[in-house]
């Protein structure tokens, strides 16, 4: 049985050196102008390029549709190895929601410059993340949860950095941390396929390959730290070694 669907099917019934900068608060302050500005980007750049280019589809849609139907919060983990795995993850949720979603960023990376910041701030609401100079107001952990409390959900690459290709590092201790202060929301494992190969790092234009997008069900992990991580790595290994399935 085919349990592969295609992107829009999900939504049709639902309508360098680090730099040190003050913290931003961690709850978004977004504009009206700025949510519409990512729904048009989406609309009108992101979509298509995923689905007519890159032929992105899902399995395991129905875990996601129950989360985008009941208007679920929700931290959605997955691999990481491209620029286009945000993207990907994002497109597959309402326009109207996008606003709520709050991919977790690297600050140094992503707030290198007033241009970068304001991109990645307007058209995919990045919550930035330092990863030096950590300070009581602005440690990742209690940035989440500010972002968790306020009603929003997460989206997190619990490996750290982007990977090479399909080869998964191991994860690190945040989303343990998150999880253990965070035990009433869900997360929900995710592996992306192909994307690390369309648009690997040090590259710009993403090449034409089969993407997707692989889901498995909401999961609260408990026990130690380690054993979160042990948990939650091998929900989303366990995607990737499903075998395609025959039409």
Known sequence: MNHSINVFGLLEPYGRAAIV??????????????????????????????????????????????????????????????????????SLFPLTQLRHLRPVAAADYFEQNWLIAWLSRTFFNILPIPRAHLTPSNHPVARMKAVLAAGDSLILFPEGTRGCHEQMQHFRTGIAHLAQEAPDVPILPAYLV???????????????LFAEARFGLPLRPQGTRAEIIAQLEAAVRALQKQQEELP
């Open 21 to 90: 900068r003050p913290a931003q608060p961690a709850v978004s302050t977004r504009s009206r102008a700025a949510n519409w500005a990512q729904m048009f980007f989406f609309a009108l750049l992101v979509r298509p390029l995923l689905l007519f280019v890159l032929g992105l589809r899902v399995r395991g849609g129905a875990q996601l549709r129950a989360i985008i139907r009941n208007r679920e919060q929700v931290i959605l983990i997955a691999n990481h190895s491209s620029h286009l795995d945000t993207l990907a993850l994002l």
């Open 194 to 208: 192909n994307l690390g190969r369309s648009l690997p790092k040090g590259e710009f234009i993403p090449v034409p």
